[in-house]
């Protein structure tokens, strides 16, 4: 396993900003100013703020959240009793990851929306040049003209001390911002997923930090991976490109947000699924070549096995060459 350690910076321009972003790999920002959040966001802020605001969270008895045994359960309960179970529930974890208000309409995250107390609390910062509804833009082709980035969704994340998210991608490129607590992320880049295990947009591996014979047994491949590392303190804030792995762990209790944000490009050329609320519903030509791997297997075991396994190694050949 090779461990990298993802770099920060502080004084970041717009110009700097991008140039971090083209490159593609996951930074940190020391000193982004997301507004009076930064500085003013605690449990008993929010608490009062938000009081009785319903929220959907996940509550689950261990730690590290498991998609594969469901280890959770969704709890709909007001924000101030969310914030002292996850303060003082000693039997439970708690995990907020906030959505739209109606998932039905295709409604996306947007804290500023969905939260409208604290609404003026949050500000972009403009190195971002992510495009804001105050802003003047009124369609893509504006935001092409101004350089702006499309928001797509903004979400609260808030979990107990020692919650552990379970290692996924996203398809849309992200900054995670650390408000209360520090939290430890590990990311894998996008060539390790032959390494992950995975099952849809999440990996099987659920301890990511279990002994290595253990994983040796388990998971092999898995230790293979190139691991990035990072603690983020308050106020710092993680840029995690499209389709980087990542898993969080809340080494305090933790209030945080993130802004995704779509590509001008892959919104022109309709790349998008246009149901996906979270960002993580694969583009829609992955998706139909998915379904033709599935169409490629049946035709595969129509035939006798000897034939089968040949025809399956040409064809893996012929991939392998594409990637070289
Ligand atoms: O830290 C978290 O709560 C998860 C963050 C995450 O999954 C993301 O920013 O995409």
């Known amino acids: ?12 321009d717009k110009q700097s900003f991008n140039e971090l972003i083209e490159k593609d ?41 498991n998609f594969i045994d469901k280890n959770f359960l969704y709890k ?20 907020l990851r906030s959505i739209g208000s109606d998932r039905r309409a295709r409604d996306v995250a947007d804290i500023r929306a969905q939260f409208t107390e604290i609404s003026d609390d949050v500000t972009i910062p403009s190195f971002m040049s992510i495009c804001q509804k105050t802003d003047e ?30 290692t996924h991608y996203d398809i849309l490129d992200n900054i995670l911002v650390q408000i ?14 032959q390494y992950l295990y995975l099952e849809s947009d999440k990996s099987r591996v659920i301890d990511i ?13 898995f230790l293979n991976v190139d691991r990035y590392e990072c603690v983020l303190e308050e106020g ?10 990542h898993n969080t762990t809340a080494l305090e209790f933790s209030i945080g947000m993130n802004f995704f944000w779509k590509d001008k ?47 399956l190694r040409v064809i893996i050949n012929k991939l392998q060459n594409k990637l070289n």
């Open 1 to 12: 396993m090779n461990v990298l350690t993802v770099e920060k910076y502080q004084n970041l």
């Open 25 to 65: 790999i996951p930074f940190v920002i020391r000193d982004a100013d997301f507004g009076y959040c930064m500085t003013q966001w605690s449990a008993d802020y929010l608490k009062d703020r938000l009081g009785e605001t319903k929220v959907t969270v996940h509550q689950s008895m261990q730690s590290m959240l």
């Open 76 to 95: 709909t309960l007001p924000f101030n009793e969310m914030i002292d179970k996850c303060l003082n529930d000693d039997q439970h974890y708690y995990y």
């Open 137 to 166: 833009c009124r369609s893509t082709q504006d935001c092409h003209q101004t350089g702006h980035r499309q928001l797509f969704s903004s979400v609260f994340r808030i979990s107990s001390k020692d919650l552990v998210l379970w």
């Open 180 to 193: 209360k607590g520090r939290k430890r992320v590990v990311l894998f880049p996008p060539d390790n997923c």
């Open 209 to 221: 930090d279990e002994p290595e014979d253990l994983l040796r047994e388990k998971f092999p491949l």
């Open 236 to 245: 710092e804030s993680l840029f995690i490109p499209s389709l980087w792995f």
């Open 265 to 311: 490009q892959l919104i022109d050329d309709n790349m998008y699924n246009k149901s996906d609320v979270y960002g993580n519903k694969d583009l829609n030509p992955a998706v139909d070549a998915f379904a033709n791997v599935d169409k490629l297997v049946k035709h595969l075991d129509k035939m006798p096995k000897k034939f089968t396994d040949f025809y």
